[in-house]
């Protein structure tokens, strides 16, 4: 059975920091794009930030030259560092890895908060 299992949210100031990680227990990993999605409160899910299997990176308009997103394959695990977080960043964040619309998975979100 595939999971995704994110960690590294919580709360932190305006201008702070955080890493979120997410762990696949996927076979053949290394094949599926990733990304990382958020929703905040009576909004839609989005995109933030993705890597193909190739290592094509994107990233939303909102959050380029402050996140980072990074894979590990052979720890099948996918990364974001987040810098200079605004309160604007505030939403639960999803990890996503997907390889055709037969295999998208999810993980569970993780809340992330920006306030003072």
């Known amino acids: 059975q595939v999971q995704l299992v994110e960690s590294g949210g919580g709360l932190v100031q305006p201008g702070g920091s955080l890493r979120l990680s997410c762990t696949a227990s996927i076979t053949s990993f290394s094949l599926y794009a990733v990304g990382w999605y958020r929703q905040a409160p009576a909004k839609e899910r989005d995109v933030v930030a993705a890597?193909?299997?190739?290592?094509?990176?994107n990233y939303a308009d909102s959050v380029k030259g402050r996140f980072t997103i990074s894979r590990d394959n052979a720890k099948k695990m996918v990364y974001l560092q987040m810098n200079s977080l605004k309160p604007e960043d505030t939403a639960v964040y999803y990890c996503?890895?997907?390889?055709?619309?037969?295999?998208?998975?999810w993980g569970q979100g993780i809340q992330v908060t920006v306030s003072s």
């Open positions: 996503n890895c997907n390889y055709g619309s037969w295999r998208d998975y």
């Open positions: 890597v193909t299997s190739f290592g094509n990176i």
